[in-house]
């Protein structure tokens, strides 16, 4: 059973900077696919960026040109690391893996963009 613990929410102000990390436990082989996810209140959960163990990327069209993903597969722990956050990302970002064929969820973490 695949576990997902993520790390590095916070409260920050617009244009600035966060880095999300996500581990996954609990098995001995690669994760095919890592990725975030995030939900605004009122609204769907939404993909942010994904990335395969053989490095291929998917990025939303809003992540595009801020984000960037990058993974450590040794470690199954993949980041996100977002610039020129804007209030509108406000959301719970939730870690996301896929293996055998299951999906696995993180419990998410917090990130605002306030001033």
């Known amino acids: 059973h695949v576990q997902l613990v993520e790390s590095g929410g916070g409260l920050v102000q617009p244009e600035g900077s966060l880095r999300l990390s996500c581990t996954g436990s609990?098995?001995?082989?690669?994760?095919?696919?890592m990725g975030w996810y995030r939900q605004a209140p009122g609204k769907q959960r939404e993909l942010v960026a994904t990335?395969?163990?053989?490095?291929?990327?998917n990025y939303a069209n809003s992540a595009k040109g801020r984000f960037t993903i990058s993974r450590d597969n040794d470690r199954n722990t993949v980041y996100v690391q977002m610039n020129s956050l804007k209030p509108e990302d406000t959301a719970v970002y939730y870690c996301?893996?896929?293996?055998?064929?299951?999906?696995?969820w993180g419990q998410g973490t917090q990130v605002t963009v306030s001033s």
């Open positions: 609990g098995i001995s082989s690669r994760l095919n696919v």
């Open positions: 990335m395969t163990s053989s490095g291929l990327t």
């Open positions: 996301y893996a896929r293996w055998a064929s299951e999906n696995y």
